[in-house]
C-alpha cells in the first residue's frame, strides 16, 4: 500500500476508536508485520492523548481478557515503546489520576502479561497507596486470589497486606510458585508466612476448615505431609531458624525416633549406648517428645524401661500411660534408682568374633585434634606410590534441616590408622595446613586413594569447609571400590560363589533377628569373610569424647579398605577381575548422551590418563546385564507404587517414611551401595550427594508398572520367573 492510499490518510486527527478499527481490520488479515507497527505509530502520533486514546481502545475491545497474544496486548505494548522515544505525551497531576482511576478497572480483567506496560504507561508504582490497596483488596473480594497476589507483587504491596490471608488461598490451590514470589524479598514476611504454615501442622489442625472460608476454592489436597515438605524446603531456602516452625521440628523429630527405634529394636543393628545417645539429643527438654518416647517405650519394651525413662525426664504421672505410673512408683521406692540410665534386658551385647576386626595394635590407631599430631606422619601418608584408605564420618541428620558436616576424616596406611577430629581442626589456626594436607593427598595421581562411594563423601566435605569446595574437581587416583563391589557381584552370581550368609550369621551369636549385610559391609564379608560391624554407623559424630566403639569402628571402616584391595590385588583372576586390577577398575571416559560418534583406537585414552580421573566412573553406553537380586534401591517417599512392584520382581527396596526428608535417601544410598530413584525436583538435590549414575528420576505421570519397566530397562536389569516374589513383599522403610 503506498503513501497516496495509506489509512493513514484517512484516520490522521481521528479519535482512539476508529484507530481501533482500523488497526482490527489489518489484524485479522494477519497483516501484522510493518505495516501494522507503522499505522499503530502514526494514529499515537494523531491522537490528542494517547495514553486517554489507550484507555477508550481497551474498553471497547474485549479480546486482551482471554489467553494469548491478543490486539489490546500489542497496542498497549507498542504504546509503551512509542512514549519512550515520545517523553512529553506522559501525564501528571490530576490528569495522571483520572487516567489511574480509570486502568484500575482495566487491571481487574487482564491477563497477567499486560500488568507490566500497564503499570509503566500510567506509572501506577507513584499511584496513592490507599487507591492501589483498595483496588486490590477489591480483586481479591472478588475471589481473583491470584491475580489479587500478582497485582500486589507488581506494585510491591506485599508489606502493606496481610500475608497470611494473601497466601492461605493460594497455599490452598497449591499454588507454591506464587507464594515464593510473594514473599521473595521480604524475610519478615517469610517469617509469618513459616509459622503460618507450621501452625496448620499441628496435629488436630484440618485444613478443610480453612477452604471453606473462601468462595470458589474446590477440597485441596494440601494436607501434612505436604505441608511439612514445604515448610522444610522454604527453611533452608530462606536460611531461618528451624525452631520458628515447632511443630514441623516436633514431627519431624518423632519420625527421628521411630526409626531410631526401628533400628534398636526390629533392625538390633545399634547398640545401647549409641542408640540412647541419639534418643537423648532427639528428645532433648522438649516436653512433647519426652512424652512421645514414652509412648514409643510402652510399644517396644518393658513398663520398668519406660519408667525409668519417665523418671529421667521428672514426667508428671498424670501424663503417663497406663502402667507406667505404678512402676514408677516401685522405682522411687527402690534404694538402688540410677540416675535413670535406661537398659533393655531384653538384648545381649553384639560379640565381636563374627565380625572384621582391624588387625593392628590400639596404639597405632591415632585420634588427632591438633595439627602438630599428623604433621609427623604427614610425609609418609604423601609418600608417592603409597596406598590410602579413606572414610568419613558425620552425625546423621534423619531428615532434619542442615548438611551433613564431616567430624571425622579417617585415613589410614599399613599398620596406622588417623582419625582427623575436624570439628577442632577447622577451628584452629591450622585449619590452612590441614586444607593444604588433604587437598595435596586427594590430587596426587601416583597416590592410590581407596574408597566406598567417595562421590558422596567429597560432597560432604565440601559442604563442610568452604576450602573443600572444588576439590571434587581436582582429585585423581581415587579407587573406588563400590564400583569393584559391582563387578564382584556379578560374577558371583554367575559361577555361584557366593558366600554361605546363613552359617556366616550364626557364627555371630544367638543375635536374634539379623538384617543381610549390604554395601561395604557385604563387600568386606565376601572378600575377607567377615562383615563389619555397623552398630556404631548411625553415632554421633559430633559429640566429644568418642566411645572407644566409634574409635574402633571409624578406624575399622578405613583400614578395612586396605585389606579388600590387598586381597584382590593378590588373586584378581580368582575374583573374576583382570589381572591388572587397576585397570579392572578404571571407568571408561564420561561421553556426553549426544554423541554418536565411537572413539576409534587412536583416540582412546592410554591407561595413565585414565587413572588421573576419578576410578569407578561409570560410562554413558548401556550397563552390562544384572538380576533383580544384584540391584538395590532406595525409592523416595513419592514412589511406595514403585517400591512395591520392584519389589514383586525380586529387587532389594527399601523406601523412606512419608514425613523423611529427600536428603535421607542420599544418605541411604551412600551407606548401603543403593541406586537413588525419585522424581522432579528432589532429583537435582540428590543426583548432586552421590557417585554419577546413582540416581535415576522416574517419570511420575507414568503408573508404577511402566515406572518399574523404566527403572529396569535403564539399569539393564533381566527378570526372570524365579525372580518373581522372590523376596518377602515387605518393603523396608526408613
Known amino acids: 500500500m503506498n503513501e497516496e492510499s495509506s489509512p493513514s490518510d484517512h484516520t490522521d486527527g481521528q479519535d482512539s476508536l476508529l484507530l481501533l478499527k482500523t488497526l482490527q481490520s489489518l489484524w485479522t488479515k494477519k497483516e501484522m508485520n510493518k505495516q501494522l507497527k507503522e499505522e499503530t505509530r502514526r494514529g499515537f502520533a494523531a491522537l490528542e492523548d494517547p495514553l486517554a486514546g489507550l484507555l477508550d481502545m481497551l474498553e ?13 496486548y500489542y497496542i498497549t505494548n507498542e504504546l509503551q515503546l512509542w512514549i519512550k522515544e515520545h517523553p512529553a505525551v506522559q501525564q501528571s497531576g490530576l490528569r495522571l489520576k483520572k487516567l489511574q482511576a480509570r486502568v484500575f478497572r482495566i487491571l481487574a480483567q487482564s ?21 492501589l490497596l483498595g483496588h486490590v483488596c477489591h480483586v481479591y473480594h472478588k475471589g481473583k486470589y491470584k491475580e489479587a497476589a500478582i497485582l500486589s507483587i507488581k506494585l510491591n504491596l506485599q508489606l502493606e497486606l496481610d500475608v497470611e490471608k494473601m497466601c492461605t488461598p493460594l497455599l490452598l490451590q497449591e499454588k507454591t510458585n506464587l507464594v515464593e514470589a510473594y514473599v521473595a524479598e521480604y524475610p519478615d514476611l517469610q517469617r509469618k508466612l513459616l509459622q503460618t504454615m507450621d501452625m496448620w501442622c499441628e496435629p488436630s489442625f484440618n ?28 527453611l533452608e531456602q530462606y536460611n531461618l531458624d528451624p525452631a520458628l516452625c515447632p511443630n514441623v521440628i516436633n514431627q519431624r523429630h518423632l519420625g527421628s525416633l521411630k526409626y531410631l527405634f526401628y533400628k534398636r529394636f526390629v533392625e538390633k543393628t545399634m547398640t545401647q549406648e549409641n542408640w ?36 529421667r525426664y521428672s514426667l508428671p504421672e498424670k501424663t503417663l500411660p497406663y502402667g507406667v505410673a505404678d512402676e514408677l512408683q516401685k522405682l522411687k521406692v527402690q534404694e538402688r534408682v540410677e540416675d535413670a540410665k535406661s537398659r533393655v534386658d531384653d538384648y545381649e551385647e553384639d560379640r565381636k568374633e563374627g565380625y572384621y576386626q582391624i588387625p593392628i595394635p590400639r596404639e597405632n590407631i591415632h585420634f588427632l585434634q591438633t595439627w602438630e599430631g599428623m604433621l609427623r606422619w604427614r610425609e609418609k601418608v604423601l609418600q608417592p606410590g603409597q596406598v590410602v584408605g579413606i572414610d568419613m564420618e558425620w552425625r546423621p541428620s534423619f531428615g532434619v534441616v542442615g548438611k551433613s558436616r564431616v567430624s571425622v576424616l579417617q585415613i ?29 593427598l586427594f590430587s596426587d595421581p601416583t597416590i592410590i586413594k581407596l574408597g566406598y562411594g567417595m562421590s558422596g563423601d567429597l560432597h560432604s566435605l565440601a559442604a563442610t ?10 582429585v585423581q587416583g581415587i579407587v573406588d571400590l563400590l564400583a569393584v563391589d559391582k563387578k564382584l557381584q556379578k560374577c558371583w552370581r554367575k559361577s555361584s560363589l557366593q558366600v554361605d550368609v546363613l552359617s556366616q550369621e550364626k557364627s555371630c551369636g544367638d543375635r536374634g533377628f539379623r538384617q543381610p549385610e549390604r554395601g561395604l559391609s557385604l563387600l568386606v564379608q565376601h572378600v575377607l569373610g567377615k562383615p563389619l560391624n555397623k552398630t556404631e554407623q ?33 588373586d584378581p583372576l580368582g575374583f573374576g577381575l583382570c589381572l591388572d586390577l587397576t585397570e579392572s577398575l578404571v571407568g571408561k571416559p564420561t561421553r556426553k548422551p549426544r554423541a554418536k560418534k565411537q572413539l576409534n583406537q587412536q583416540e582412546m585414552p592410554s591407561p595413565s590418563k585414565q587413572q588421573a580421573k576419578v576410578i569407578g566412573m561409570e560410562a554413558l553406553s548401556p550397563p552390562p546385564s544384572i538380576s533383580p537380586k544384584e540391584f538395590s534401591v532406595v525409592c523416595d517417599n513419592m514412589l511406595q507404587g514403585l517400591g512395591r512392584h520392584l519389589r514383586c520382581l525380586g529387587v532389594d527396596v527399601c523406601m523412606l517414611e512419608n514425613d523423611d526428608n529427600h536428603r535421607k535417601a542420599a544418605e541411604i544410598a551412600r551407606q548401603e551401595g543403593r541406586v537413588i530413584l525419585t522424581s522432579g525436583l528432589p532429583y537435582q538435590t540428590l543426583q548432586s550427594q552421590v557417585g554419577e549414575g546413582r540416581c535415576f528420576s522416574v517419570d511420575c505421570s507414568e503408573k508404577a508398572k511402566e515406572q518399574a519397566l523404566q527403572v529396569l530397562k535403564h539399569f539393564n536389569v ?17
Request: with cysteine; charged share 25%.
Open 60 to 72: 471497547s475491545s474485549s479480546d486482551w481478557k482471554g489467553k494469548g497474544q491478543s490486539l489490546g
Open 111 to 131: 491477563q497477567v502479561n499486560l500488568l507490566d506496560p500497564l503499570i509503566s504507561i500510567f506509572q501506577l508504582r507513584t499511584a496513592d497507596q490507599n487507591s
Open 207 to 234: 485444613t478443610a476448615d480453612i477452604s471453606r472460608q473462601y468462595q470458589g476454592l474446590r477440597p485441596n489436597k494440601l494436607n501434612h505431609k505436604m505441608l511439612s515438605k514445604l515448610v522444610f524446603r522454604l
Open 276 to 311: 540412647a545417645d541419639h534418643v537423648q539429643n532427639t528428645v532433648g527438654e522438649n516436653r512433647w517428645l519426652q512424652e512421645q518416647l514414652i509412648q514409643l517405650l510402652v510399644s517396644y519394651c518393658e513398663l520398668n524401661t519406660a519408667a525409668r525413662w519417665a523418671l
Open 412 to 440: 589410614a596406611i599399613e599398620e596406622q590408622v588417623f582419625l582427623l577430629d575436624l570439628l577442632q581442626l577447622l577451628k584452629t589456626d591450622e585449619m590452612e595446613e590441614l586444607s593444604h594436607f588433604v587437598q595435596t
Open 465 to 474: 569447609c568452604s576450602a573443600f569446595e572444588e576439590m571434587d574437581k581436582q
Open 538 to 570: 548411625l553415632s554421633n559424630w559430633e559429640k566429644r569424647p568418642l566411645r572407644e566403639e566409634q574409635i574402633l569402628y571409624a578406624a575399622s571402616d578405613a583400614y578395612c579398605l586396605l585389606e579388600v584391595y590387598k586381597k584382590l590385588s593378590e
Open 718 to 734: 533381566q527378570v526372570s520367573l524365579a525372580d518373581v516374589f522372590s523376596r518377602c513383599q515387605f518393603v523396608s522403610c526408613f
